[in-house]
């Protein structure tokens, strides 16, 4: 089989030195494991070096005290936090939260691995030297002075350590070393942005432990915070012309763009998140002009430390509702800075887009990446955004403003910001790097089929990207907002997310859904199930929550499986769809799944089915009418009338989809879905909720 | 017109960045619930929003209001930072001379140089007024409890009598005529309902969102509630609670805000939407009446500003008054020979209700927005106050080019 394959850009992995997935897909393995990177970076497990964080009570610090004693414990690997005498406890702190994502005995085994010892920040307290330091993340305070010092500090006791900075605004040529800025919160957040010349052992392994690391450029503030602190900023200077109380802006800012900025500085802790935020917008300004300057509020308030939102006594108690014109006004002074910003980074190639997209939306809460959301706008609409908000903030205009750099929409780097596809010449592998569903992930996979269609390729895998989607959560449900009122965007929805998820089924003559990671669940789920064949790791969960939502599955997850089951098989995918609890992919084989295994044996198995090298049969698939759906049994009581509601409409859709021929199938499962969204049982419930919470305010 | 000193050369109003909310009567809105100091200054940041200045151009805050409220003691520093600002100020009160009392602190900090941009902020709460508990061991009672708003209207300590019955008092002591104090009421209401028909109230009065602990709507404060139509058969169909006095004749308590600013003349000029329009303070006075007569104590204070400028009502483009009482305004006209039809030509607290300490400020804001319909002109405040008190001044709404000209003591 050639060794050579194409692609429509460039595989996220790929910027790790890891190759691509199919690669991967086709070495049966993935490129590089912990065990090995362990080895390299801590030292055999004969003289096995220990991981040193620095700044360990800190915010940063304790957080990632937690995340890398988890993953490294098992490895034989101490963590040692080093911190000031009088820094109070944050590692304790992080005690519950461990207990509850680990249970007792291995929150008291992971903690059993770290060590914490006490220095006066500038002697390094002498038993540090018995746990061999081989890697330093250091977290201490961002003043570049002390960080060097500290950092020549540990180079004199430890030579060859490696160092990695989680500074947010340093770049990596003033400081000395490596760059690993991580996104809060810290201890379940699992990004870090990266600043090393080359893709090194250290962000390999944090890959392989399941960590997001992401090669970004050198700059003064990386990406994370040029976004963070720039819609914190916009936010700022709307207040500042305008009045809006901060926790108004907070709240469109939400409606319209994802983040609550104001709310995110006072959660993270306002002394510091102002200091930083500010510090940020500082060295930008220094380095960009006006576009950054940080407003007299910030500076006032890295000072003070004073919070956004008013305390509990003082919640706001006069409204402040923003008519149409100054609604658009306002989308102008938060996206015109941010699309200004988004351009500056592009135009310096700070990393791949789909870093840069991933980032805002992972990291900073944006509903839709950056990169996404000008694409939507296109580059006309985005560019006169810009102009806009300069007529706001003249003196923005004057420097920083790249608009060449939304020149190239219609490339694929561009296009493909959540999916992407390769193929040797015989198979394809299409990778999603987005946890939920939405109409850009819908959009891009089509294009992605479009693009394997005209290259011939018959045979293909689908399967997260191994990056940036850990996981695949389901649909996305801000996508339902516009359906809780209007029955016809419910079904066209429905219809045009199943239609896609069709073409798994009839665009190939073999497809093979491989399911990683935690778990998949419901519209990914319903997605990977319309492959001829479904490939899943071992633990990975597997399930249709929507009834607690409560929604109705719109991508044929109420009759699709039924028709690949044996009707024997029929009352746990009824359970399943009735109880929304996840099933561990295992105990599924052979009415979800078709097959499962370790990973790299789920790698194999997929490209061997694909190849039509494996023996594993393909389930038949009854297009006809279904007879004989049993009735429920064995649920446990509905808790409250939503649930119930929900279980009703879902048995309901399951009957008459199941009950028809797969042509009609389609539109009678996406009729069911899309009334039930309009009824109360569904405006009461999560998507709802969230909807009033978020968009009617 | 001849007096052309302006009392504090360089303060001035800078026209359209003031706003009042509506005042709903006592007990029928969210406003009876609420902390009105955090109601006000919230309602400042959005009035002040509105009228496209932001509040990161104030330098200094004065507060007005008579009626205790939460966490007073923290006064205009903390009520600025409900909006955000860390600015000084302080709070002051004169019964109802307070909105005036506060309009004319702040032009004395601007002349002095306290601050460029001034805010006035006053409002009271009548609703469920508080009430105070004073130990007193001289008194018999050893304990007072007095309920602020009622008992102290129900009671003057200086003569022992109530306010209802200094207005009854004053109308023996003018022999007024009921027929004439029922006249001045039907025709303030029809006042009032006109200004409120043409959009002028549109202009100043603000509508206002109260929200509840959840963030949900609470209620909206959009109307001066308890206003409502009346009629001379009904008018004349009320029990006298005193001599002239009824029910339809006296106003009622209510809640409400109002702000504006006070500022040089050059950050008037950059922070009105009208830069042209130059608002100033001519002349202030006070005055006090005899025991138990408020309501003549507004007509001594105008004729004692009059005799201190040389102006005469003739000068006066708009006459704007606090009456809490109708006979005021029939006082008023027999002692200045003055048409009572030609006062409060857009409305007045007899109609709009009595929450003290922003009531002049709303009389105030309508009288300078009716001077600018005019063309421009002097406008005379003037109102009784708790003590027999009479306070009065004049503005002038005039051309800021020619402003600068006739100031006297700016040359």
């Known amino acids: 089989m050639a060794s050579t394959s194409t692609s429509m850009r460039t595989s996220t992995l790929e910027t790790l030195g890891l190759g691509t997935p199919l690669e991967a897909f086709r070495n049966g393995r993935l490129p590089v494991d912990t065990a090995s990177l362990v080895d390299q970076v801590f030292g055999p497990a004969n003289d096995r070096g220990s991981m040193v964080i620095s700044g360990a009570n800190g915010i940063v610090g304790a957080g990632k005290m937690m995340q890398f004693a988890s993953r490294l414990q098992p490895y034989g690997v101490t963590i040692v936090g080093l911190d000031m005498p009088n820094a109070p406890d944050g590692i304790g702190h992080k005690y519950p939260g461990l207990v509850a994502s680990f249970g007792p005995e291995a929150a008291a085994r992971i903690m059993g691995g770290i060590v914490q010892l006490k220095y006066d920040g500038k002697t390094l307290p002498p038993a540090l030297a018995g746990f061999t330091p081989r890697f330093l993340l250091e977290a201490i305070p961002e003043i570049l002075e002390i960080k060097r010092a500290h950092y020549a500090t540990f180079r004199a006791a430890f030579p060859g350590i490696e160092i990695r900075s989680v500074t947010s605004g340093f770049p990596s040529r003033e400081l000395g070393v490596g760059v690993a800025h991580p996104a809060f919160p810290h201890e379940i957040n699992k990004v870090f942005e990266i600043v090393e010349d080359t893709p090194s052992a250290i962000t390999q392994l944090l890959w392989s432990m399941g960590l997001i690391p992401m090669e970004v450029g050198d700059h003064w503030s990386f990406i994370l915070d040029v976004l963070f602190c720039g819609v914190a900023l916009a936010a700022l200077r709307y207040h500042e012309t305008t009045n809006t109380p901060y926790w108004k802006i907070d709240k469109y800012v939400r409606k319209y763009f994802g983040p609550n900025p104001l709310r995110a500085h006072d959660a993270i802790g306002a002394k510091g998140a102002n200091f930083l935020t500010w510090s940020c917008l500082h060295h930008l300004s220094k380095e960009y002009g006006p576009l950054f300057e940080p407003t007299a509020d910030l500076t006032e308030r890295k000072e003070t430390g004073q919070t956004w939102y008013p305390p509990n006594h003082f919640r706001p108690l006069v409204d402040w509702a923003l008519t149409s014109d100054d609604e658009s006004e306002f989308q102008v002074a938060i996206a015109g800075p941010l699309i200004q910003m988004t351009a500056l980074m592009i135009h310096e190639r700070r990393s791949h887009l789909a870093h840069m997209n991933a980032i805002g939306e992972i990291c900073a809460q944006f509903r839709s990446g950056l990169p996404a959301m000008i694409r939507s706008l296109g580059a006309d609409k985005a560019r006169s955004l810009v102009a806009a908000y300069h007529k706001q903030e003249p003196t923005a205009a004057a420097s920083a403003w790249h608009a060449d750099a939304l020149d190239r929409l219609n490339e694929p780097e561009w296009q493909q910001l959540y999916v992407n596809a390769e193929h040797d010449g015989h198979i394809g592998v299409v990778t999603i790097s987005r946890e939920s569903y939405n109409g850009d992930v819908d959009a891009e996979l089509n294009r992605a089929i479009d693009w394997l269609g005209a290259a011939k390729i018959d045979a293909v895998i689908l399967s997260g990207d191994f990056h940036l989607a850990t996981q695949l959560v389901g649909a996305d449900t801000s996508e339902f907002y516009p359906a809780l009122d209007d029955v016809k965007a419910g079904q066209s929805l429905s219809e045009r997310w199943t239609s896609t998820a069709r073409r798994l089924h009839t665009d190939f003559k073999t497809s093979v859904g491989v399911i990683t990671g935690k778990r998949c669940l419901g519209g990914m789920l319903e997605l990977m199930s319309h492959c001829h064949f479904v490939v899943a790791t071992n633990g990975t969960q597997l399930g249709l929550p929507e009834v607690t939502l409560p929604v109705v599955p719109g991508m044929e997850g109420c009759h699709w499986n039924f028709r690949k089951a044996r009707k024997a098989d029929w009352p746990k995918l009824l359970t399943m769809l009735l109880s929304g609890k996840s099933v561990r992919a295992e105990e599924t084989v052979g009415w979800l799944v078709d097959a499962t295994g370790s990973m790299d044996e789920s790698l194999a198995t997929a490209w061997a089915i694909a190849s039509g090298t494996s023996g594993i049969a393909r389930r038949a698939f009854d297009q006809g009418a279904l007879e004989g759906l049993p009735e429920p049994t064995g649920l446990p009581a509905a808790e409250g009338p939503s649930l119930e509601a929900g279980r009703k409409a879902i048995l309901d859709c399951a009957r008459a989809s199941c009950g028809a021929p797969l042509a009609d199938a389609l539109s009678i499962q996406a009729k069911h879905s899309a009334e039930f969204m309009k009824t109360a049982a569904c405006r009461k419930g999560r998507v709802g909720s969230e909807f009033i919470k978020t968009m009617a305010i | ?190 006042q ?220």
């Open chain 2, 192 to 411: 009032y309902f006109e200004a409120k028909q043409s959009g002028f109230l549109d202009r100043v009065c603000v509508p206002l969102d109260i929200l509840n602990l959840q963030g949900k709507l609470m209620g909206r404060i959009d109307q001066d509630t308890g206003v409502r139509q009346i009629t001379m058969e009904a008018l004349g169909g009320m029990r006298e609670l005193d001599t002239c006095v009824t029910g339809g004749g006296q106003t009622h308590a209510a809640d409400g805000m109002a702000t504006l600013l006070v500022t040089t003349q050059e950050r008037a000029a950059e922070l009105s939407p009208r830069p042209e329009i130059d608002i100033r303070l001519v002349a202030r006075t006070e005055t006090r009446a005899n025991p138990g007569l408020m309501p003549e104590a507004p007509s001594l204070a105008v004729q004692k500003l009059f005799a201190q400028t040389g102006f005469t009502m003739k000068d006066i483009a708009v006459a704007k008054c606090h009456n809490p009482f109708a006979v005021n305004d029939v006082i008023f006209s027999k002692l200045l020979n003055h048409d009572w039809k030609e006062v409060n030509r857009t409305g007045c607290s007899l109609v709009w209700g009595h929450p003290q300490g922003p009531t002049l400020t709303r009389s105030l804001i309508e009288g300078l927005e009716e001077a600018v319909d005019l063309g421009g002109g002097l406008v005379l405040l003037f109102g009784c106050a708790a003590g027999d008190v009479g306070i009065a001044a004049i503005f002038e709404v005039g051309d800021r080019a020619r402003a600068g000209k006739t100031d006297r003591r700016t040359q």
């Open chain 2, 1 to 190: 017109m001849s007096f052309k000193d302006s009392l504090y050369p360089r303060a001035r109003i800078p026209y359209g960045t003031w706003g009042t909310s509506f005042f709903p009567a006592w007990q029928t809105s969210a406003l009876a619930e609420v902390n009105i100091g955090q109601f006000a200054a919230e309602s400042m940041n959005r009035i002040l929003g509105l009228r496209r200045v932001p509040t990161a151009a104030l330098d200094y805050l004065i507060l007005g209001s008579t009626i205790p409220w939460h966490w007073k003691f923290w006064n205009a520093p903390m009520l600025a930072a409900t909006f955000g600002r860390r600015i000084p100020g302080y709070h002051l009160e004169q019964a109802c001379a307070t909105g005036l009392q506060a309009t004319l602190a702040a032009a004395a900090q601007v002349e002095g140089h306290g601050g460029d941009v001034v805010g006035v902020l006053t409002f009271d709460r009548t609703s469920d007024s508080p009430v105070g508990v004073f130990p007193e061991r001289r008194a018999y009672e050893r304990t007072f409890a007095l309920n602020d708003v009622w008992e102290n209207f129900g009671f003057d300590p200086a003569t022992g009598k109530a306010m209802i019955a200094t207005a009854g008092a004053a109308a023996r002591k003018h022999k007024l005529d009921r027929r004439e104090v029922d006249e001045v009421v039907f025709y303030r209401y029809q």
